[in-house]
């Protein structure tokens, strides 16, 4: 049977109705119905709707005040901290503090973190107090957010190293700007301090970035106090004491003179001799001195004794040589040969090495 055939067997196909392509509009009944649950619905949450937010308003307003509160108090420290600096700079307790700007950094950096770290714990303390206002399960998230924590500190375990070092680095005060410090790995000036890396500036001008998680000790050369040392070598000919007066005389005079009155921090000694050689004694002379200025006052402390040597006298090894006595003229046949016997051609041996006058020859 053919397909047309088939199709006019089965007959004609019916149409569908209206109430089966358009929706059912429900009655007046239906809607007032409705309408009743609906209202009644809110009437029953709605204090518990108004008592969460209220709850949640009240513990977001909490959480700012104390958040404006705290930043403001790490504000006035800092401020205190940077005030009681300026206070001391420049007067003798001041040499052993550290100067204005180096403070000022310093107390940034600290308030900087604290600032942070007290956000940080008062807006994550008040965003799951809200959703355990809500009735949210918060163990599923802290349990992701632990081991996401976990996860994070082993893959960036260098990161948080520099950061935790640089952070107590800071709180410790170990250095700060304008310091000249060892740090092992590398040496120089500090002209930068981070939380994860320090800046120094070496002798040769270069910069060295320096994390702080890699520095495991740090020498530093400017806080306190330096000490700075002479070794002063003489002929082991001269006088001991008078060699002692001389210097004391010059450590006298500079420590009474500006500007080193005020970078020595103690008086000048002579420590004694150091060492006695067969041809050189050295004297061993050091003084304290503001950090930071001992090469100074050495160079200045080597051209007052070495003037103050020449004036007296005294001979340093490696000056001028001694006179020497001079010897008597030599004589100028001392370098001449003895007189030959074949000088003379009367003499036998003469006679004796003359060659013989060959025979005439006759044809």
Do not use: C
Not at 192 to 211: A, Q
Not at 298 to 311: H, M
């Amino acid at each position: 049977m053919s397909l047309s055939a088939a199709l006019l067997a089965a007959g004609p196909t019916p149409s569908p109705s209206p109430s089966q392509t358009t929706p059912a509009v429900p009655s007046l009944k239906e809607a007032q119905e409705s309408a009743t649950h609906a209202a009644g619905w809110v009437e029953e949450n709605w204090s518990t709707w108004l008592a969460i937010g209220l709850r949640v308003l009240l513990i977001l307003v909490i959480a700012a005040v104390l958040r404006v509160v705290v930043r403001r108090a790490i504000t006035k420290l800092i401020d205190r901290m940077n005030r009681t600096a300026s206070a001391v700079d420049g007067t003798a307790i001041g040499g052993l503090l550290v100067n204005v700007e180096r403070r000022r950094q310093r107390s940034q950096a600290i308030g900087s973190v604290l600032r942070s770290v007290a956000s940080f714990i008062i807006m994550g303390t008040a965003a799951l107090m809200i959703l355990g206002t809500f009735d949210i399960n918060l163990a599923p998230l802290l349990a992701s957010a632990g081991v996401a924590g976990v996860a994070i500190g082993f893959g960036a375990r260098n990161l948080v190293t520099d950061f935790l070092s640089g952070v107590f680095m800071i709180l410790e005060d170990q250095y700060g700007v304008g310091d000249s410090i060892d740090a092992g790995v590398a040496s120089g000036e500090v002209i930068e301090v981070g939380l994860r890396v320090t800046k120094l500036r070496g002798d040769n001008g270069e910069i060295w970035y320096v994390r702080n998680g890699e520095v495991k000790r740090i020498g530093n050369l400017s806080q306190g106090w330096s000490t700075a040392g002479v070794d002063v070598t003489v002929r082991p000919s001269e006088d001991v004491d008078r060699v002692k007066s001389v210097i004391a005389e010059v450590a006298d005079v500079m420590s009474k003179e500006e500007p080193w009155n005020e970078r020595l921090w103690g008086p000048i000694e002579t420590l004694g001799l150091s060492s006695v050689l067969l041809d050189s004694m050295v004297f061993r002379v050091a003084a304290k001195t503001m950090p930071g200025k001992a090469l100074p006052v050495e160079r200045e402390l080597r051209l007052r004794i070495k003037q103050a040597f020449d004036a007296a006298g005294i001979q340093i090894v490696g000056g001028l040589p001694l006179a020497v006595e001079e010897a008597a003229p030599a004589d100028p046949t001392a370098g001449m040969a003895a007189p030959s016997a074949y000088a003379n051609t009367s003499s036998p041996q003469a006679q004796a090495a003359t060659p013989l006058t060959p025979p005439s020859v006759t044809k």
